[in-house]
């Protein structure tokens, strides 16, 4: 794993530039998106820097990592909606070439798997990190192999999601999420975190052992990724960058 350790805004800068490179590279990329907070200032800079005509997404694919089961897209809390609303709409990427695994269709969701394996594997996938080591929805416990899923979410997942709901009781109980599988077929691969509070998750995914209970330290294993931290974040690794 490649560590970078840099300011909260040069890390969304930084992020942005692989974008850059990976797109000059090969314009019909296929790109593995995130939602949260975290991504919110790389799709900023990502949207500038389409503006300035440095980037182009118009040949480019993307599939997102989740969504919430029984949202529509229309719900101003789905994973579709956040990503129309703070980069798709932005963009020069053609809607249609955007994915984001159903929420209402969840019968067969191993199909998104077969989806992006037609359109030729994930180039970068995004990915940020739940308190509890989750990428994607694949909470503590997800099976290494898990493809393309449906999950409960843990209590705590849907305490800290509440913050964008007008209570809790409004924070769907299942998700449908890439599975662990899906995530490190990826060719590369992007994490970011940011804060104080991703300090100690961020300790244990990258110091601590390989286990299923924090999802994210199999990325150790993953032979391309690259890991932006801002400062908060990284406080508590030994080795600092
Ligand atoms: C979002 C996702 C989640 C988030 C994680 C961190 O698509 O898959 O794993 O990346 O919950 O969320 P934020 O960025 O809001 O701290």
């Given at each position: 794993?490649?560590?970078?350790?840099?300011?909260?805004?040069?890390?969304?800068?930084?992020?942005?530039?692989?974008?850059?490179?990976?797109?000059?590279?090969?314009?019909?990329?296929?790109?593995g998106?995130?939602?949260?907070?975290?991504?919110?200032?790389?799709?900023?800079?990502?949207?500038?820097?389409?503006?300035?005509?440095?980037?182009?997404?118009k040949?480019?694919k993307?599939?997102?990592?989740?969504?919430?089961?029984?949202?529509?897209?229309?719900?101003?809390?789905?994973?579709?909606?956040?990503?129309?609303?703070?980069?798709?709409?932005?963009?020069?990427?053609?809607?249609?070439?955007?994915?984001?695994?159903?929420?209402?269709?969840?019968?067969?969701?191993?199909?998104?798997?077969?989806?992006?394996?037609?359109?030729?594997g994930?180039?970068?996938?995004?990915?940020?990190?739940?308190v509890?080591?989750?990428?994607?929805?694949?909470?503590?416990?997800?099976?290494?192999?898990?493809?393309?899923?449906?999950?409960?979410?843990?209590?705590?997942?849907?305490?800290v999601?509440?913050?964008?709901?007008?209570?809790?009781?409004?924070?769907?109980?299942?998700?449908?999420?890439?599975?662990?599988?899906?995530?490190?077929?990826?060719?590369?691969?992007?994490?970011?975190?940011?804060?104080?509070?991703?300090?100690?998750i961020v300790?244990?995914?990258?110091?601590?052992?390989?286990?299923?209970?924090?999802?994210?330290?199999?990325?150790?294993?993953?032979?391309?990724?690259?890991?932006?931290?801002?400062?908060?974040?990284?406080?508590?690794?030994?080795?600092?960058?």
């Amino acid at each position: 794993m490649k560590i970078i350790i840099d300011t909260t805004e040069n890390v969304a800068k930084r992020a942005a530039q692989l974008y850059v490179d990976l797109l000059s590279r090969n314009p019909q990329a296929v790109l593995g998106g995130a939602t949260g907070s975290t991504p919110i200032p790389l799709y900023k800079e990502l949207i500038k820097l389409n503006k300035e005509g440095v980037i182009s997404f118009k040949d480019a694919k993307s599939f997102n990592l989740d969504e919430y089961v029984g949202l529509e897209g229309t719900h101003d809390q789905s994973y579709r909606y956040f990503m129309n609303d703070n980069l798709f709409n932005h963009i020069d990427i053609k809607m249609e070439n955007t994915h984001v695994p159903s929420g209402i269709d969840i019968s067969e969701p191993e199909k998104y798997d077969a989806e992006i394996q037609a359109a030729g594997g994930i180039d970068m996938q995004l990915l940020g990190i739940g308190v509890d080591g989750h990428i994607g929805f694949n909470e503590p416990g997800t099976p290494w192999d898990s493809l393309t899923h449906v999950v409960e979410l843990e209590q705590n997942t849907r305490e800290v999601n509440a913050r964008f709901f007008n209570s809790i009781d409004e924070v769907p109980t299942h998700a449908v999420t890439m599975g662990i599988k899906t995530v490190m077929n990826a060719r590369s691969i992007i994490l970011i975190a940011t804060g104080s509070s991703k300090a100690e998750i961020v300790k244990k995914f990258i110091e601590g052992p390989v286990t299923t209970e924090v999802p994210a330290s199999i990325l150790q294993l993953h032979p391309f990724v690259t890991v932006f931290l801002d400062h908060e974040a990284a406080a508590l690794l030994e080795k600092q960058a």
